[in-house]
């Protein structure tokens, strides 16, 4: 693993000698960009920063002291306001209409349609798309952008983002991009970071439940966990650019709880106030192979319960929120078993299944809600993998002759931390009790 921190002021040359030095090391990289941009950034990367550009500022009105903005359907609160009520704005031919070096304006009476403010120096004369064309609202003028202090110093121009993206773009060899937003986002949000018209070069998934609350106090189900990351999924294709890669968020998380026992690294049952409960490890497994099953070609986990991470959270004072990963040598068991249940998931993918989930897609079987279901032929064979996405046992007959073309045929059964196989498997059906969240993979050889 390498992680590399850059930011606005590291530049150009240095942008790319990472990269570069990476991609020359002989692995494929891809570059995640900010965790929940939109989240730091807004709705787009591409703000309407220039006066007269869609959804912006339309006009400025002054007369001495006293400037008018007009800016419709623009609501009080709204991102078109990404630090509160103050705000930048530069390139004007009016010397009082740029904001000072180390200063803000502040915007009073807001209205739906705009509001006013108090020039650096008094200023007479209207600013339209047609008479002070230069003029730009900076959206990230303020701390929403990351600064520490408002305004940002120096300030942050309304394109960074996109000239980030072309430093990456022209370092040889260039680097693919993408820039997950909030998981929660709304679909014309996750088009514009992640989509077609967006500045990703491939789509990274983030998502949430979708569920009101969830259905056990100790863990999400697993029910709500694979149909809410189908759902996110499926919702977004039509946007991003499924010829490429796309890359799947699976939470392996431990418990996020308020810290009230001061002398421990890990949560507490009747000490510690819960706010979310960790995944179980039946979910951990069902996630990862929903997420292959869907054809994605990676998965992010979160999160690593590094030595650094537990030795804050022993240090937190009482009060602290804070959240428990997953990671091996733990002395809490659902972090271990997550590890363990992340473990058997990823040496079945990478191991054993990786030459036939990145095959030609064949049409596989429906079995009812809350199955999750792939077939692919590779190199090696075919694949049909069955995800019991429910909360329960179910029993299934399946049908294999549509798969079958040799006579060996391999059944894995995976759910949390244990693996089995089989290789004794009839060529017409198999008869299969599933587990809640565990998945069964066939793999058909054709003969030697």
Known sequence: EAWWTINWTSGKKAVQYAMSALARSGVAVGVEMVDEVSMLWGRT????GKIGSKNGLTEVSCSGLLCKASWPGNPVNNDRFPSGAMFALAGSKFTGLNTPAGAMFHAVNI????FEFVPAQPVNGVSTPGTDPGMEFLWWAGNIGGCPTEPCDPPVPNDALIRIND??????????????????SSLEVEGNWIGRDGISDYASHYWSSSALRHIYKWSPGIQELTSSM?????SRQSLVFTSRPQLMLVSAAGPMYIKRKTKSAYYMPGRDELVQPGVSGEAVTAQMMTAAALGTSGIRIFAFDSAANRAARLAARQGSLVVTGFGPGSGDSRVQENWEATSVACRLITKI?????LGIELNSPAYGPNFITAARQGLYGRLLLIVNGNDWYRSLRVDLRPYVYGRDITRYLVVSNRMTHTSAIKHDEDSITLEPGQTAIYLFSPDN
């Open 45 to 48: 990367p591409r703000p309407p």
């Open 111 to 114: 209205t739906s349609s705009g």
């Open 167 to 184: 430093w990456l773009h022209v370092s040889v060899p260039a680097v693919p991009v993408t820039w997950p937003p909030l998981g929660s």
């Open 230 to 234: 189908s759902g996110a999924f499926y």
């Open 353 to 357: 299944l990786a030459p036939y989930l």
